[in-house]
Protein backbone atom coordinates (compact mmCIF):
# COMPACT_ATOMS: atom_id res chain seq x y z
CA UNK A 1 0.00 0.00 0.00
CA UNK A 2 1.52 3.66 -0.95
CA UNK A 3 2.35 5.35 2.39
CA UNK A 4 -0.15 8.39 2.46
CA UNK A 5 0.66 12.08 4.66
CA UNK A 6 -0.55 11.87 8.19
CA UNK A 7 0.38 14.98 8.48
CA UNK A 8 1.21 18.78 6.96
CA UNK A 9 2.85 21.63 8.41
CA UNK A 10 2.41 25.05 8.16
CA UNK A 11 3.97 27.56 9.88
CA UNK A 12 1.67 30.25 11.65
CA UNK A 13 2.08 33.04 8.53
CA UNK A 14 1.15 30.59 6.24
CA UNK A 15 -1.95 30.19 8.37
CA UNK A 16 -2.40 33.44 8.97
CA UNK A 17 -2.68 33.97 5.19
CA UNK A 18 -4.90 31.64 4.03
CA UNK A 19 -7.20 32.93 6.88
CA UNK A 20 -6.65 36.16 5.43
CA UNK A 21 -7.37 35.06 1.71
CA UNK A 22 -10.77 33.19 2.82
CA UNK A 23 -11.68 36.48 4.78
CA UNK A 24 -10.94 38.94 1.88
CA UNK A 25 -12.77 36.37 -0.46
CA UNK A 26 -15.98 36.20 1.16
CA UNK A 27 -18.92 35.71 0.32
CA UNK A 28 -17.37 33.66 -1.97
CA UNK A 29 -15.27 30.52 -1.30
CA UNK A 30 -11.00 30.84 -1.62
CA UNK A 31 -8.43 29.12 -2.78
CA UNK A 32 -4.77 28.77 -3.25
CA UNK A 33 -1.67 26.13 -3.48
CA UNK A 34 0.35 24.84 -0.78
CA UNK A 35 4.26 24.17 -2.30
CA UNK A 36 5.97 22.18 -0.33
CA UNK A 37 8.22 18.70 -0.02
CA UNK A 38 7.56 15.33 2.16
CA UNK A 39 5.84 12.04 1.67
CA UNK A 40 4.79 11.00 5.39
CA UNK A 41 5.01 14.12 6.32
CA UNK A 42 4.04 17.05 3.57
CA UNK A 43 6.23 20.05 4.74
CA UNK A 44 4.28 23.31 3.27
CA UNK A 45 7.33 26.09 2.25
CA UNK A 46 4.95 28.68 0.15
CA UNK A 47 1.32 29.27 -0.18
CA UNK A 48 0.45 30.23 -3.46
CA UNK A 49 -3.28 31.94 -3.49
CA UNK A 50 -4.83 31.26 -6.64
CA UNK A 51 -8.38 33.40 -7.57
CA UNK A 52 -11.46 31.30 -7.62
CA UNK A 53 -12.47 30.89 -11.58
CA UNK A 54 -15.83 30.62 -10.46
CA UNK A 55 -16.42 33.22 -8.00
CA UNK A 56 -18.79 30.93 -6.15
CA UNK A 57 -20.14 30.91 -3.07
CA UNK A 58 -20.18 27.15 -2.50
CA UNK A 59 -17.90 25.37 -5.08
CA UNK A 60 -14.54 26.77 -6.57
CA UNK A 61 -12.12 26.24 -10.01
CA UNK A 62 -9.33 27.04 -10.28
CA UNK A 63 -8.29 28.27 -13.89
CA UNK A 64 -6.21 26.64 -15.98
CA UNK A 65 -3.25 28.78 -16.44
CA UNK A 66 -3.03 28.97 -12.88
CA UNK A 67 -2.83 25.34 -12.36
CA UNK A 68 -0.16 25.60 -14.65
CA UNK A 69 1.97 28.56 -13.30
CA UNK A 70 1.92 26.75 -9.94
CA UNK A 71 2.76 23.35 -11.41
CA UNK A 72 5.90 25.83 -13.35
CA UNK A 73 6.84 27.43 -10.21
CA UNK A 74 7.15 24.75 -7.55
CA UNK A 75 9.23 23.22 -10.34
CA UNK A 76 11.50 25.81 -10.29
CA UNK A 77 12.08 25.81 -7.05
CA UNK A 78 11.93 22.15 -6.74
CA UNK A 79 9.16 21.46 -4.83
CA UNK A 80 5.77 19.82 -5.13
CA UNK A 81 2.09 21.02 -5.13
CA UNK A 82 1.60 19.59 -1.99
CA UNK A 83 -1.45 20.66 -0.67
CA UNK A 84 -4.85 22.47 -2.29
CA UNK A 85 -6.63 24.96 -0.01
CA UNK A 86 -10.19 26.27 0.04
CA UNK A 87 -12.65 27.70 2.15
CA UNK A 88 -15.87 26.83 2.94
CA UNK A 89 -18.66 28.72 4.50
CA UNK A 90 -19.30 25.84 6.95
CA UNK A 91 -17.67 22.65 8.16
CA UNK A 92 -13.83 22.45 6.81
CA UNK A 93 -15.39 18.72 5.90
CA UNK A 94 -14.96 17.80 2.34
CA UNK A 95 -18.43 17.86 0.18
CA UNK A 96 -19.23 15.48 -2.07
CA UNK A 97 -17.69 17.71 -5.02
CA UNK A 98 -14.57 17.68 -3.25
CA UNK A 99 -14.76 14.04 -2.45
CA UNK A 100 -14.65 13.70 -6.31
CA UNK A 101 -11.72 16.02 -6.97
CA UNK A 102 -9.81 15.06 -4.13
CA UNK A 103 -9.83 11.59 -5.69
CA UNK A 104 -8.11 13.13 -8.89
CA UNK A 105 -5.40 15.51 -6.79
CA UNK A 106 -4.52 12.99 -4.22
CA UNK A 107 -2.48 15.85 -2.61
CA UNK A 108 -3.37 17.00 1.14
CA UNK A 109 -6.70 18.97 0.79
CA UNK A 110 -6.62 21.74 3.78
CA UNK A 111 -10.10 23.57 4.43
CA UNK A 112 -10.76 26.28 6.15
CA UNK A 113 -13.94 27.17 7.82
CA UNK A 114 -15.05 30.66 7.90
CA UNK A 115 -17.85 30.40 9.99
CA UNK A 116 -16.38 27.78 12.64
CA UNK A 117 -12.46 30.04 12.46
CA UNK A 118 -10.79 26.43 11.90
CA UNK A 119 -8.49 24.68 9.53
CA UNK A 120 -9.18 21.03 8.82
CA UNK A 121 -6.80 18.52 6.24
CA UNK A 122 -7.91 15.80 4.50
CA UNK A 123 -6.49 13.45 1.80
CA UNK A 124 -8.08 10.75 -0.14
CA UNK A 125 -6.47 7.39 -0.93
CA UNK A 126 -9.44 4.87 -1.30
CA UNK A 127 -11.67 7.03 1.19
CA UNK A 128 -10.92 9.96 3.23
CA UNK A 129 -8.35 10.27 5.83
CA UNK A 130 -7.88 12.92 8.57
CA UNK A 131 -4.05 14.87 7.71
CA UNK A 132 -3.22 16.36 11.18
CA UNK A 133 -2.25 19.89 10.94
CA UNK A 134 1.07 20.93 12.74
CA UNK A 135 1.74 23.97 13.29
CA UNK A 136 5.64 25.64 13.31
ZN1 LIG B 1 -15.13 22.29 -0.53
Given amino acids: ?50 KNAQADRVSFSVPADELLNAYKKAEEKKLQVAGIFH ?19 PVVWVIYSTTESRFAAWIHSDQIYPVEIVVR
Fill in 87 to 105: SHPASPKPSSTDARFMEIN
Fill in 1 to 50: MQSIPSSIVLTQSHLAQLEKHARDSLPNESCAFLLGAGAAQVAVSEVMVV
